[in-house]
């Protein structure tokens, strides 16, 4: 992908927003009105403090998984930390978007190269980057998509159609 594109150049400006207080239900809504798979989760100043995902929302529908434990003489010595099922728990069972976001993501600039972006979701496993601006203010958002789009227009081959055709050659038709 060429080094001179930004992410201002290829994100999603004004992106879909819901609030950690609104209800799940909404953001299914959005997603499915606007045909997206996630959206940036904002305070009421307009500051990202999560993203909220298909993949957070599909947790939801995951077995709850108790932690391991050792019963010894008739007490219990939990062999993973409890706030995680307590975690688990509030993921599963929230009906708030502070609930079953997740918290704290990972976001860019609109003057990062695209490359860095790419790489950041690459290595943190992530599909969709909320872009902040130098006040910390929402400005857009890019995603995976976003990146494959610009490398679909930049490999796409131009061909001249009248010149393929007549230099094809005679299959027995």
């Known amino acids: 992908m060429d080094q001179t594109y930004l992410v ?8 879909v927003t819901v609030k950690p207080s609104d209800l799940v239900e909404t953001v299914l809504q959005h997603l499915e009105k ?39 003489l008739g007490s219990f010595f939990y062999l993973e930390p409890p706030r995680k099922l307590k975690q688990q728990l509030r993921k599963t069972l929230g009906v708030l978007v ?15 190269p695209i490359a860095k972006a790419a790489n950041f979701m690459i290595e ?15 400005v857009g958002i890019i995603t995976r998509e976003d990146l494959l789009k610009a490398l679909r227009t930049e490999s796409a081959p131009e061909v001249d159609v009248a010149y393929t055709q007549h230099s094809l050659p005679d299959l027995g038709r």
């Open 8 to 15: 201002k150049d290829l994100m999603t400006p004004n992106p």
């Open 34 to 72: 606007n045909h997206i798979s996630g959206l940036p989760v904002v305070d009421d100043d307009g500051k990202v403090v999560g993203v909220i995902s298909e993949a957070d929302l599909l947790f939801r529908e995951r077995p709850i998984k108790l932690p391991l434990y050792l019963n010894f």
């Open 98 to 112: 502070q609930d079953v976001m997740t918290a704290n993501p990972i976001t860019v600039a609109p003057d990062m």
């Open 124 to 138: 943190k496993r992530v599909n969709r980057l909320p872009v902040i601006d130098n006040q910390g203010q929402l």
